[in-house]
């Protein structure tokens, strides 16, 4: 089976610039999540979808970060314009929810440096 | 606001050894707890999760348990190996929530 396959695994940019975060979830499940990772804060939820449909945003840092979710299988994250302070890995999760709520299946994640 | 410890934030064990990894929340209204690994540059991986009714989950040589009246829940391993080498988080769903509260992880090292 697939797992949360994200992309690109890598990325690194210059201020000021526009990134994009993809996420494709695991077939079927109908919950999405985007995390954020740094050494400082740990691991910060951002944002979670649930049935294609935003639920709770409130960790987004800022209107510079918004995210999507078109259909359930694809969901991106963007950072614009980029900043040093963006900086960390962004990793997306997904999970099944109405049968174990909660259990996440979390992607390789995508380690952004903003230079 | 749910906040999650784990203590210690290290730990480096010779190989063979039982050890116990500690993580405290502060509200007690949850509805699950799950441990997960995380190696250097990957994603996470769920071990356990227990529900809220349970008091312990197992797998393999690992067992969780979860007191949630005093806010703790506890990962024991058994019989440790260098393959355990990672860090571990805990992290709890809050009752109402769908997404999970993590704490800032334990990173073990099993010296071989």
């Known amino acids: 089976d697939a797992g949360v396959i994200q992309s690109p695994r890598h990325e690194v940019t210059e201020m000021g610039q526009e990134v994009t975060l993809r996420c494709k979830p695991i077939?079927?499940?109908?919950?999405l999540f985007w995390y954020r990772q740094t050494m400082m804060r740990g691991l910060e939820l951002l944002i979670y979808?649930?049935?294609?449909?935003?639920?709770?945003d409130s960790g987004m840092p800022e209107d510079r970060f918004s995210a999507k979710m078109p259909n359930a299988s694809f969901s991106t994250l963007k950072i614009q314009p980029s900043e040093p302070r963006d900086s960390a890995v962004y990793f997306c999760?997904?999970?099944?929810?109405?049968?174990?709520?909660?259990?996440?299946?979390f992607g390789e994640g995508s380690r952004l440096t903003v230079l | 606001k749910q906040e999650v410890t784990q203590i210690p934030a290290a730990l480096s064990v010779p190989e063979g050894e039982n050890l116990v990894l500690n993580c405290s929340f502060t509200?007690?209204?949850?509805?699950?707890l799950q441990w997960f690994r995380q190696d250097p540059g990957k994603g996470l991986t769920s071990l356990l999760l227990?529900?809220?009714?349970?008091r312990e989950q197992t797998s393999g040589r690992l067992n969780a348990s979860l007191d949630k009246s005093s806010g703790r829940s506890t990962l024991y391993i058994a019989a440790s190996q260098p393959g355990d080498s990672a860090t571990y988080l805990c992290?709890?769903?809050?009752?109402?929530?769908?997404?999970?509260?993590f704490g800032s992880g334990t990173r073990l090292q099993v010296q071989p």
């Open positions: 999760a997904s999970s099944l929810t109405g049968r174990r709520i909660g259990e996440l299946f």
């Open positions: 077939s079927g499940h109908n919950s």
């Open positions: 979808f649930n049935n294609n449909v935003p639920i709770d």
């Open positions: 509200d007690s209204a949850i509805y699950n």
């Open positions: 227990i529900q809220s009714s349970q």
């Open positions: 992290a709890v769903l809050d009752t109402g929530r769908r997404a999970l509260t």
